[in-house]
């Protein structure tokens, strides 16, 4: 006579992200399978009153940077320059970036610190890194970033985007230093803030989707690997060659992509562009000499003013965090 989990056992599943039932139980209103297909929905922090925090700021001459600490001496925030931010102009300009999002028919949602504690948040890309079938949480070595996890983590289950593994330990991972180029292959920038235990946990995560990481280790003057390098195209880099290895833009050659040279004498963090779809980029207005490069090569570019925002340490790339792709 069988014995209830035996009958149970009939309806068995084989537990796999190719399982329809994953599917089913998640929906289809995620994952991001590579770094070029069009975007349908993503994330970002409209600039807001976290930043009314940088006037306890003080100019520090050594960082040439205003560095906000906190009563126990931490960092809590920096803003590159003497001057306070200009947050009127930072919501113009981030504003103006959503509106070219949404434009291209594209979700838009805004994630955000009711506490308004947090004072980075307006670079949405490090939170989490995704996947094809959902997010994998990072974990910041800096102090100021610790509060994005949680109100990530709560962020992506409030949309219904499955965590499907975490950072944790003494490893330590941020989004900006990932790049999913296809259902095969990711990319990491090993630097200050991706340490080696990060990397060899990121590493076991993408394993059980069948996902091969390559590892590239970034200079000293370099936090992510999105400063250096994004794909553009199905078969086009945009990559900082004065910077990245040899052997990875090889690598990058003998897979069929051609290179197209961010110009060293454009601002910093030109190349922190967003790709909207194959060919089509949504790009820094400063970056003139770059632009050039990309419609010589057949890229679609959109610019936006983000002078303000880069201030504060980062551009589009990392200000936006993709929840979903098609597939290319």
Same mark, same amino acid.
């Given at each position: ?228 390098? $994004? =794909? #553009? @195209?199905?078969?086009? /880099? ?12 090889? +690598? ?49 570019? $959109? =610019? #936006? @003013?983000?002078?303000? /925002? ?12 993709? +929840? ?5």
């Amino acid at each position: 006579m069988a014995t209830l989990q035996m009958y149970m056992n009939e309806s068995k599943i084989e537990n796999t992200f190719e399982s329809p039932v994953y599917r089913e139980v998640w929906g289809d209103d995620f994952g991001v399978p590579n770094a070029i297909g069009k975007i349908k929905k993503i994330a970002v922090h409209r600039p807001g009153k976290e930043l009314e925090w940088m006037k306890q700021a003080k100019y520090e001459e050594e960082a040439g940077s205003l560095i906000l600490k906190d009563e126990k001496g931490r960092i809590r925030s920096y803003w590159k320059g003497d001057t306070f931010p200009d947050i009127g102009l930072m919501q113009e300009q981030h504003d103006a970036m959503t509106k070219v999002l949404r434009d291209e028919g594209i979700e838009v949602i805004n994630w955000d610190d009711p506490k308004h504690y947090w004072t980075n948040m307006t670079f949405a890309r490090d939170f989490a890194e995704m996947t094809p079938n959902g997010a994998i949480l990072s974990r910041y070595a800096m102090y100021f970033h610790q509060g994005e996890t949680v109100l990530g983590q709560k962020f992506l289950a409030d949309h219904g985007v499955p965590i499907i593994g975490a950072i944790q330990g003494k490893g330590t991972m941020e989004g900006g230093s990932f790049c999913l180029l296809d259902r095969k292959t990711a990319i990491v920038g090993r630097s200050v803030r991706i340490n080696d235990e990060g990397i060899e946990q990121m590493r076991q995560l993408l394993a059980l989707q069948g996902i091969e990481l390559i590892v590239i280790d970034m200079p000293a003057f370099y936090i992510h690997l999105d400063e250096t390098f $994004i =794909p #553009v @195209d199905k078969d086009k /880099i945009l990559c900082s060659t004065f910077i990245l290895p040899f052997w990875f833009l090889k +690598l990058m050659q003998d897979r069929g992509c051609k290179i197209i040279e961010t110009d060293r004498d454009d601002p910093f963090l030109t190349n922190n562009c967003l790709t909207l779809e194959p060919g089509k980029v949504l790009f820094s207005a400063k970056g003139v000499r770059t632009i050039k490069n990309l419609e010589a090569a057949g890229v679609e570019v $959109i =610019p #936006v @003013d983000i002078s303000e /925002i880069n201030k504060l340490g980062g551009g589009i790339h990392c200000s936006t965090i993709e +929840l979903k792709r098609d597939e290319v």
